[in-house]
């Protein structure tokens, strides 16, 4: 039954784009001063939505937020000022809670989309379907809230492209079900990132800035640094910065701050509960179930074989592994999976650089963590089991486009293409 209706939804988009309706510039441009609308009129829903599945942080929802709100000037920017054709653009999928790329996929390449948000964040998700679809064109526009078994029977339907955000093993399911129809994919993943420090360098600034990536919407994004690699008097030298670094951005208990998220949803919480018996605890390990509450939280001296070694924590815990020097980080990096980014700390460039061409990862970063994420102009997307693909920017707007190769020629000059039509005599062919 629900088969069969995702199937007439998926029918009626196919429609709609088939008509054209999507391609003018105006109605693209009338589309995204919808999501304008949207983001101006629904801003207090979208905050209390996102603040009730994340815990009250004030900073991620600001953020958020402005994240959302410059995706429509960006669809303007980005699209080109003779709006093309989009050539292969029936319905698409948009999954995962990236309410953003959704921003570009739609109004400014032309085409039809059923968006699946996450159910994990169930405030959102109801925002997203009960009042997006109010500003959108809904007969280019579906959103559909779904779990698990209702998005695998979904995925049973051909779309045209499918952009997933998500982990690794639910990637290779989509990817799975995507081969059936041969439909294309980008997989936006996860994994874990690794960040080395070098021995050189200002370990206040490292501290606050690997605390600020790690600990930022409690630990749950993609892109925060998941382990640090460092000598063995580095990691002495950076847990009393940490702590300094920790205190300074949620106080003393960082349970009664209102910049310190909770963990999304009960089974994720006792997942990386469990990571807490790796290595020692320096800081941090206090934990709240009632509240999904874990605290800012590092291990020293954790080994490669501990738990929270094994899978991306995607949580606010921060691991410490002790390596003899970059070379040795280097060689543990290239041990795993590629990951999402590489974070590398030195005053001195040349050990950035190193760690930077002898590694491989969707992304990376040095000195800092998650800033390259803000750069519109740089691709984003992971690389193996991080993800496939790339969007931000220009390039969300090219993922979402067919570039259809076109020749259009004129029937007139025809003796000159005797030339490449057999027989071909000794003189046709030059000889
Ligand atoms: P998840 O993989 O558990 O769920 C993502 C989506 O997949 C949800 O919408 C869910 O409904 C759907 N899903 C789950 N199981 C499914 C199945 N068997 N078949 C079909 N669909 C299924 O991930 P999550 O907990 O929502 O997010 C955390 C993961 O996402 C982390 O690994 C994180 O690194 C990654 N992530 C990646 C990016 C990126 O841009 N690369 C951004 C955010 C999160």
Same mark, same amino acid.
């Given at each position: 039954?629900?088969?069969?209706?995702?199937?007439?939804?998926?029918?009626?988009?196919? =429609?709609? *784009?088939?008509?054209?309706?999507?391609?003018?510039?105006?109605?693209?441009? +009338?589309?995204?001063? =919808?999501?304008?609308?949207?983001?101006?009129?629904?801003? /207090?829903?979208?905050?209390?939505?996102? =603040?009730?599945?994340?815990?009250?942080?004030?900073?991620?929802?600001?953020?958020?937020?402005? +994240?959302?709100?410059?995706?429509?000037?960006?669809?303007?920017?980005?699209?080109?000022?003779? =709006?093309?054709?989009?050539?292969?653009?029936?319905?698409?999928?948009?999954?995962?809670?990236?309410?953003?790329?959704?921003?570009?996929?739609?109004?400014?390449?032309?085409?039809?989309?059923?968006?699946?948000?996450?159910?994990?964040?169930?405030?959102?998700?109801?925002?997203?379907?009960?009042?997006?679809?109010?500003?959108?064109?809904?007969?280019?526009?579906?959103?559909?809230?779904?779990?698990?078994?209702?998005?695998?029977?979904?995925?049973?339907?051909?779309?045209?492209?499918?952009?997933?955000?998500?982990?690794?093993?639910?990637?290779?399911?989509?990817?799975?079900?995507?081969?059936?129809?041969?439909?294309?994919?980008?997989?936006?993943?996860?994994?874990?990132? $690794?960040?080395?420090?070098?021995?050189?360098?200002?370990?206040?600034?490292?501290?606050?800035?690997?605390a *600020?990536?790690?600990f930022?919407?409690?630990?749950?994004?993609?892109?925060? !640094?998941?382990?640090?690699?460092?000598?063995?008097?580095?990691?002495?030298?950076?847990? !009393?910065?940490l702590r300094?670094a920790i205190t300074e951005f949620f106080?003393?208990?960082p349970?009664?701050?209102?910049?310190?998220?909770?963990?999304?949803?009960?089974?994720?919480?006792?997942?990386?509960?469990?990571?807490?018996?790796?290595?020692?605890?320096?800081i941090g390990?206090?934990?709240?179930?009632?509240?999904?509450?874990?605290?800012p939280?590092?291990?020293?001296?954790?080994?490669?074989?501990? $738990?929270?070694?094994?899978?991306?924590?995607?949580? !606010?815990?921060? $691991?410490?592994?002790?390596?003899?020097?970059?070379?040795?980080?280097?060689?543990?990096?290239?041990?795993?999976?590629? $990951?999402?980014?590489?974070?590398?700390?030195?005053?001195?460039?040349?050990?950035?650089?190193?760690?930077?061409?002898?590694?491989?990862?969707?992304?990376?970063?040095?000195?800092?963590?998650?800033?390259?994420?803000?750069?519109?102009?740089?691709?984003?997307?992971?690389?193996?089991?991080?993800?496939?693909?790339?969007?931000?920017?220009?390039?969300?707007?090219?993922?979402?486009?067919?570039?259809?190769?076109?020749?259009?020629?004129?029937?007139?000059?025809?003796?000159?293409?005797?030339?490449?039509? !057999?027989?071909?005599?000794? /003189?046709?062919?030059?000889?």
């Amino acid at each position: 039954m629900l088969l069969a209706a995702r199937g007439r939804l998926r029918v009626h988009l196919r =429609a709609t *784009w088939l008509s054209g309706k999507t391609r003018p510039m105006e109605y693209r441009v +009338a589309q995204l001063e =919808a999501l304008g609308r949207f983001l101006d009129e629904k801003k /207090q829903d979208i905050l209390e939505a996102t =603040a009730s599945d994340m815990g009250k942080v004030r900073g991620i929802r600001g953020r958020i937020f402005g +994240a959302l709100s410059t995706h429509p000037s960006l669809g303007f920017r980005i699209m080109p000022s003779t =709006a093309p054709c989009p050539q292969a653009g029936g319905a698409r999928r948009a999954g995962g809670h990236h309410v953003t790329v959704l921003m570009a996929c739609l109004p400014p390449a032309g085409n039809c989309v059923i968006v699946k948000p996450s159910e994990t964040s169930k405030n959102t998700e109801r925002v997203v379907a009960e009042m997006l679809s109010c500003y959108l064109d809904n007969d280019c526009f579906a959103v559909v809230t779904a779990g698990v078994q209702e998005t695998t029977m979904l995925l049973e339907n051909k779309f045209d492209y499918i952009f997933f955000t998500g982990s690794t093993s639910v990637g290779r399911i989509i990817m799975t079900a995507a081969a059936k129809h041969l439909t294309p994919v980008t997989l936006e993943l996860g994994g874990k990132n $690794p960040c080395y420090v070098s021995d050189t360098c200002d370990v206040q600034n490292v501290a606050r800035r690997v605390a *600020w990536g790690r600990f930022f919407n409690a630990g749950q994004t993609c892109i925060a !640094p998941d382990y640090v690699l460092c000598s063995v008097e580095m990691q002495e030298k950076l847990m !009393p910065a940490l702590r300094e670094a920790i205190t300074e951005f949620f106080g003393s208990n960082p349970r009664e701050s209102p910049d310190f998220g909770r963990i999304m949803g009960d089974k994720q919480f006792r997942r990386i509960r469990a990571l807490l018996c790796s290595g020692r605890v320096a800081i941090g390990g206090q934990t709240d179930e009632k509240e999904r509450y874990i605290a800012p939280t590092v291990l020293a001296d954790v080994l490669p074989s501990d $738990p929270a070694m094994q899978e991306e924590i995607f949580g !606010p815990i921060l $691991p410490i592994v002790v390596v003899a020097n970059m070379d040795e980080a280097i060689d543990f990096i290239n041990a795993r999976s590629q $990951p999402l980014v590489i974070y590398a700390f030195s005053c001195d460039s040349k050990v950035v650089n190193q760690v930077l061409e002898r590694t491989s990862s969707g992304g990376f970063c040095g000195n800092d963590t998650l800033m390259h994420v803000t750069l519109t102009s740089l691709p984003f997307g992971g690389i193996g089991n991080s993800g496939l693909g790339k969007y931000h920017g220009k390039f969300t707007f090219d993922t979402f486009t067919h570039h259809r190769g076109c020749l259009h020629r004129n029937m007139g000059l025809e003796a000159l293409n005797a030339l490449r039509y !057999p027989p071909y005599s000794q /003189q046709k062919l030059g000889l």
